[in-house]
Nanobody, 127 residues
Framework: QVQLVESGGDLVQPGGSLRLSCAAS????????MAWFRQAPGKEREGISC????????RYAASVKGRVTISRDNTKATVYLQMNSLKPEDTAVYYC????????????????????WGQGTQVTVSS
C-alpha cells in the first residue's frame, strides 16, 4: 500500500533551521511530483513547495521562497524540505503529498492535485 511518513519536525527558536523528510513506500517515487503543505491552527492547509519527478521543476509559495529548499532522492524514496531562518508564523503541521502528475502544475497548491498524504509532522517556532 502507498505510504508517506513525515519526520524531522521539532521545536526551534526563531532564525533556526530544520530539515523535514518524507519517506515513501508502496510505489515508485521517481514517477511522481511531490509537494509539501502546512496547516497552522485556524487556517486552511496551504501548499508550500512542489518538486517534479526528476527535480527539473520546483515551486515555492511566496511566504517561504528564499528560506526553504525542496529536494528529492528517488533512490532513497525520500523527499526533503530544508527550512532556514524560521519564523513564528512557520509554526504548523507539515504534510507531504503525492501528486497525480509527474510535473508540478501552476495549480500545485490545490489539494485535489494530490491523491495520497502523510500524517504530518509538527514544526513549532518559538523562543
Amino acid at each position: 500500500q502507498v505510504q508517506l511518513v513525515e519526520s524531522g519536525g521539532d521545536l526551534v527558536q526563531p532564525g533556526g533551521s530544520l530539515r523535514l523528510s518524507c519517506a515513501a513506500s508502496g510505489f515508485t517515487l521517481a514517477y511522481y511530483a511531490m509537494a509539501w503543505f502546512r496547516q497552522a491552527p485556524g487556517k486552511e492547509r496551504e501548499g508550500i513547495s512542489c518538486i517534479s519527478s526528476n527535480s527539473g521543476i520546483t515551486r515555492y509559495a511566496a511566504s517561504v521562497k528564499g528560506r526553504v529548499t525542496i529536494s528529492r532522492d528517488n533512490t532513497k524514496a525520500t523527499v526533503y524540505l530544508q527550512m532556514n531562518s524560521l519564523k513564528p508564523e512557520d509554526t504548523a503541521v507539515y504534510y507531504c503529498a503525492r501528486s497525480r502528475r509527474e510535473y508540478c502544475s501552476g495549480s500545485y497548491s490545490t489539494r485535489s492535485e494530490y491523491d495520497y498524504w502523510g500524517q504530518g509532522t509538527q514544526v513549532t517556532v518559538s523562543s
